[in-house]
């Protein structure tokens, strides 16, 4: 695995086995987000692609790996959150013979931006929004291509299978490469940053973000995937990970945890900072547990972005529940 720094004509890559290079999309900071190329045979294709201002750095990644811009078959984006497939309307200006490929529920998102741009400003402001996405490109609808469950895509010699993997959000889908025993989940099996690593590996967290997670979808969804046996995982935050069953039985056994303490504090005054207190204190205890050599104040530091996230999205789900 070769790591290089970073800048936009010398893009931070992660080289893998299989044809698999994690480009280090630069969003919030270094280390946090990864697209991942894959090429096989002179063909490529990227899986997941960041935000606008991620863009240079991506066609500086296919320049490094001699790849020409015309080599790539798909972009395949798992879900349309922002930090995932905001620079793909962008992106594909440079990529000639590229077609998006889109889960049904997010296609039209992508196709016609304005009601996610105006969604993601009212969550975070339109001067963030600007500062964190820039101005959205739609992507043309004759190069976007809406998977079904299970559908097959091919580039190069390589065969990839596209699965509906919802529970972090209702327009998710995974990218699995049966040949080399890999995934790409998106944020289904959540987060795995490298700082965290240690001698026993990787720690893990469930990503439980608004809008649409649902514990019981999310669970279901990793076992999906760990039912083919991956040896790799491939995540966004932050690229490849392995020792797949001991990881998914950690994120099922958080999940769990976390809807305990929502139910716990949900209806509170203080229901919020309560459940963030209490999954950080979570993290902490396995982040010891595991080895880490940070401090409690590098390891909040490390997770306090997902600390907010989540927090948000586990009080949605429970007003959801009541509702429903």
């Given at each position: 695995?070769?790591?290089?720094?970073?800048?936009?004509l010398n893009p931070r890559l992660l080289r893998h086995p299989y044809g698999i290079t994690a480009v280090d999309t630069e969003y919030l900071h270094p280390g946090h987000a990864a697209s991942?190329?894959?090429?096989?045979?002179?063909?490529a294709a990227f899986v997941d692609v960041g935000t606008n201002y991620s863009v240079p750095y991506l066609l500086a990644a296919l320049d490094a790996l001699g790849l020409a811009r015309e080599?790539?078959?798909?972009?395949?984006?798992?879900?349309?959150?922002?930090?995932?497939?905001?620079?793909?309307?962008?992106?594909?200006?440079?990529?000639?013979?590229?077609?998006?490929?889109?889960?049904?529920?997010?296609?039209?998102?992508?196709?016609?931006?304005?009601?996610?741009?105006?969604?993601?400003?009212?969550?975070?402001?339109?001067?963030?929004?600007?500062?964190?996405?820039?101005?959205?490109?739609?992507?043309?609808?004759?190069?976007?291509?809406?998977?079904?469950?299970?559908?097959?895509?091919?580039?190069?010699?390589r065969d990839l299978e596209l699965i509906h993997t919802p529970g972090h959000a209702l327009h998710h889908y995974a990218v699995v490469d049966r040949q080399h025993a890999s995934i790409f989940?998106?944020?289904?099996?959540?987060?795995?940053?490298?700082?965290?690593?240690?001698?026993?590996?990787?720690?893990?967290?469930?990503?439980?973000?608004?809008?649409?997670?649902?514990?019981?979808?999310?669970?279901?969804?990793?076992?999906?995937?760990?039912?083919?046996?991956?040896?790799?995982?491939?995540?966004?935050?932050?690229?490849?990970?392995?020792?797949?069953?001991?990881?998914?039985?950690?994120?099922?056994?958080?999940?769990?945890?976390?809807?305990?303490?929502?139910?716990?504090?949900?209806?509170?005054?203080?229901?919020?900072?309560?459940?963030?207190?209490?999954?950080?204190?979570?993290?902490?205890?396995?982040?010891?547990?595991?080895?880490?050599?940070?401090?409690?104040?590098?390891?909040?530091?490390?997770?306090?972005?997902?600390?907010?996230?989540?927090?948000?999205?586990?009080?949605?789900?429970?007003?959801?529940?009541?509702?429903?």
């Amino acid at each position: 695995m070769i790591h290089s720094s970073g800048s936009a004509l010398n893009p931070r890559l992660l080289r893998h086995p299989y044809g698999i290079t994690a480009v280090d999309t630069e969003y919030l900071h270094p280390g946090h987000a990864a697209s991942h190329i894959i090429e096989d045979a002179g063909r490529a294709a990227f899986v997941d692609v960041g935000t606008n201002y991620s863009v240079p750095y991506l066609l500086a990644a296919l320049d490094a790996l001699g790849l020409a811009r015309e080599a790539v078959d798909y972009v395949f984006l798992t879900h349309v959150h922002l930090d995932h497939a905001g620079g793909a309307g962008l992106l594909l200006k440079e990529l000639p013979n590229a077609r998006a490929v889109l889960h049904p529920r997010g296609a039209p998102h992508m196709i016609e931006p304005e009601k996610l741009i105006a969604a993601s400003k009212t969550v975070y402001g339109a001067e963030r929004f600007a500062r964190l996405y820039g101005d959205l490109v739609p992507i043309p609808a004759e190069r976007a291509q809406v998977a079904k469950d299970g559908e097959r895509f091919r580039f190069g010699r390589r065969d990839l299978e596209l699965i509906h993997t919802p529970g972090h959000a209702l327009h998710h889908y995974a990218v699995v490469d049966r040949q080399h025993a890999s995934i790409f989940p998106g944020d289904t099996f959540g987060v795995s940053y490298r700082e965290l690593d240690s001698p026993r590996g990787a720690l893990i967290t469930p990503t439980t973000s608004p809008s649409q997670f649902d514990p019981e979808q999310l669970i279901a969804s990793i076992d999906r995937m760990a039912a083919y046996s991956p040896q790799s995982m491939y995540l966004m935050h932050y690229s490849r990970v392995t020792d797949v069953p001991r990881l998914a039985a950690s994120l099922k056994t958080q999940i769990h945890e976390l809807v305990r303490i929502t139910q716990r504090y949900a209806g509170t005054p203080d229901a919020y900072a309560r459940i963030r207190a209490d999954m950080l204190s979570l993290w902490l205890g396995m982040a010891h547990e595991h080895g880490s050599t940070c401090s409690d104040a590098e390891l909040a530091e490390v997770l306090r972005g997902d600390l907010d996230l989540n927090t948000q999205g586990l009080l949605i789900w429970f007003d959801r529940q009541k509702k429903s």
